[in-house]
């Protein structure tokens, strides 16, 4: 039997979308894009109050920003004041984990480039008194070599 | 006589061609804003406080002054600027006891300061290990085994105190 062969219709893909993506990603890149700078000097530190997507700290750390740029500029996980009220701002944050059988291991800081270091130390001492010994420091500045 | 209609429509198909390469263009020099963190335990608070004299030989002091310049054993270096902490970290390892880098600082002296001083700290301190690697196995010191890992940490040790010096 003669079977008629069906006719090879060629593939035709409809790219109409594409430049829509393109624009897409075009406009994602255009937005997210720093340019790189490798001066030594143009150290930036994150604006104190900014940083909650690049956070490192699990569940049970403590999270502490000092901002220059606010009054209140001292924020303990979720509480806000201003530095010279910090002991009483972190013992609440603490009594808070604590009753949800938190025990806080490690303090992550979060401090703008010109804070001066009497407030600094000042957290530090409290964070000693209370027995969290793990500091850690957070910034942008490129420390692998 | 009749005018001929002119056509208006543009041909948008260069649109494409012109946002692919603006495309390839930031990806290219996009760099993400990268969070670094520096690690530091502090000793528990106690009541009784250690004094005892260091030897010289042991300790490294270092002075912010709060203007990013710092003094390094009666020389002053600009924090801006390219200068080693290798050759006095050295030193202070040469000693059996673990050696001691005091910094003191002023309660003014910028947060910024502070940071790129133990940056430098870090960084010279994986400088001197790669030099000691090289010196005593002839490796980097990424290259090398753990035990002799340990065995070269074991020769660069030191504790950090620092010290808020009061405003005059």
């Known amino acids: ?30 937005v997210t894009t720093t340019m790189q700078n490798q001066n030594m000097s ?14 490192k ?3 049970n750390d403590l999270e502490i920003f000092i901002s220059s740029s606010v009054q209140n500029n001292l924020k303990v996980n979720t509480h806000i004041g201003k530095v ?14 604590k009753k949800n059988s938190i025990f806080v291991h490690r303090a992550f ?26 500091i850690s420091y957070i910034h942008n500045y490129e420390s692998e070599s | 006589m009749k005018k001929r209609r002119i056509n208006h429509e543009t041909d948008s198909g260069v649109f ?11 990806m290219v020099v996009t760099t993400f804003n990268k969070a670094y963190e520096l690690q530091q335990s502090l000793p528990p608070k106690t009541t009784n406080q250690r004094s005892g004299k260091i030897a010289k030989d042991r300790i490294l002091s270092l002075y912010l002054n709060g203007k990013a310049q710092v003094l390094v054993e009666g020389e002053i270096f600009d924090q801006n600027y390219a200068y080693s902490l290798v050759d006095e970290i050295r030193r202070i ?33 994986e400088i001197l290990l790669d030099q000691i690697a090289q010196e005593s196995l002839g490796k980097e010191f990424t290259f090398l085994e753990s035990t002799q890992k340990k065995q070269i940490l074991y020769r660069i040790k030191y504790t950090i105190i620092e010290n808020e010096i009061p405003a005059l």
């Open chain 1, 1 to 30: 039997m003669n079977i008629p062969r069906k006719p090879k219709k060629p593939i035709k893909i409809n790219t109409t979308a594409l430049p829509d993506i393109i624009f897409m990603l075009l406009f994602f890149f255009m």
């Open chain 1, 42 to 55: 143009d150290l930036e530190l994150p604006a104190a109050f900014n940083v909650q997507a690049k956070s």
């Open chain 1, 57 to 59: 700290a699990g569940p």
């Open chain 1, 84 to 97: 010279e009220d910090s002991k009483q701002l972190i013992a609440l944050e603490l009594n808070q984990m």
């Open chain 1, 109 to 134: 800081m979060y401090i703008d480039e010109n804070i001066k270091m009497s407030s600094v130390n000042k957290i530090k001492e409290e964070l000693q008194s209370l027995n969290i010994l793990k």
């Open chain 2, 16 to 26: 494409a061609d012109v946002s692919f390469l603006l495309l390839i263009f930031f």
């Open chain 2, 93 to 125: 390892s040469a000693h059996p006891k673990p050696g001691v880098v005091k910094i003191n600082m002023l309660p003014d002296t910028p947060y910024k300061d502070y940071v790129q001083l133990l940056t430098q700290l870090k960084k010279d301190k």
